[in-house]
């Protein structure tokens, strides 16, 4: 005998599709908000919640960019034991793959109907997914960035021979992970496009964020001060969903592609 979902559940989603899709269909500029539980479905862990890395490790190391402030040749020659301490997510992020949540997002995007992802992953499933305005408000774990003039470079390749290393671009900057670490400021360039979006922005999704990280939850709150509307999309509340116009309680690589069909068919 197998479980059906009760006939409610099921419904009130099958509803909700079809406002979302309506929503954004009469939007002018959709940007898509993203957090870890777009990527839970890829097999990377989310942060938060009963699985989350930090339920599982405590508390992340809130000094960690004093820490390479301070001395950022040690920083550097750390960056082994600091892997091996979330061996896990070093495991997962290796292996991960988009989920039909990354591509529903890519085809919104191929379809004009979703102008830009503000994304808190570092994992670049966004750009193997095929989707291309994407700004990384944490950064993004396959690159390398000078913390004076913020020019990024693929960490592949980039000499490690001398550490500290050194800003080949502006010589005076120390190169550091593009992954922002707790205490870091967000990158100037990264922090002006995710403004500029979510002023323009009209209808704002929330896909799988616990939206209590800034200045990421504040984007959202902003959208719909001035007039945007909302589109959860997690199958958990979070503090921002009595804010939404419309709540999709279910995965996104479920919750998406729905969506995408209806808009397909308007
Ligand atoms: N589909 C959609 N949402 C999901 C799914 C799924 N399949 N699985 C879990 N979620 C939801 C959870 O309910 C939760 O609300 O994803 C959210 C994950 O929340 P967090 O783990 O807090 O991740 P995030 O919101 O991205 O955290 C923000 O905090 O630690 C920092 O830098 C880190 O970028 C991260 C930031
Ligand atoms: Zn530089």
Redesign the pocket.
């Known amino acids: 005998m197998t479980l059906r979902e009760p006939q409610g559940e099921q419904a009130a989603l099958e509803r909700a599709i079809e406002e979302a899709a309506r929503l954004i269909a009469a939007s002018r500029h959709v940007v898509a908000l993203v ?4 990527s ?2 890829s097999g990377v862990p ?4 009963p699985e ?1 890395l ?1 339920t599982k490790h405590g508390e ?1 190391d809130l000094r960690d960019y004093e820490r390479f402030v301070e001395n950022p040749k040690r920083w550097w020659e750390m960056r082994q034991e600091r892997a091996s301490r979330f061996a896990e997510l070093a495991q997962a992020l290796e292996t991960a793959v988009p989920n039909a ?1 990354h591509f529903a997002l890519r085809e919104l995007e191929e379809m004009g109907r979703l102008r830009h992802i503000i994304t ?2 570092i994992d670049n499933l966004h750009q193997i997914a095929g989707s291309q305005a994407i700004t990384e408000i ?1 950064g993004n774990r396959t690159k390398l960035r000078c913390v004076v003039c913020n020019h990024r470079w693929p960490l592949d390749g980039f000499p490690l021979d001398e550490l500290p290393p050194k800003c080949p671009d502006c010589t005076s900057g120390i190169v550091k992970g593009d992954t ?1 670490m707790f205490g870091e400021p967000i990158p100037r360039d990264a922090l002006d496009e995710c403004i500029n979006q979510s002023r323009i922005c009209d209808c704002m999704l929330l ?7 800034y200045p ?1 939850a504040q984007f959202p709150i902003d959208v719909k001060s001035s007039g945007g509307v909302l589109i959860e ?4 509340e ?1 503090p921002l969903t009595e804010l939404c116009d419309v709540v999709l309680r279910a ?3 479920e919750a998406l592609p729905p969506v995408v069909e209806k808009l397909r068919a308007v």
């Open positions: 957090g870890a539980g777009l839970a479905e989310t942060f938060r919640g989350g930090w992340p949540g808190q992953n944490h922002v896909v799988g964020t616990s939206a209590v990280v990421a999309v997690n199958p958990n979070t995965p996104a690589g």
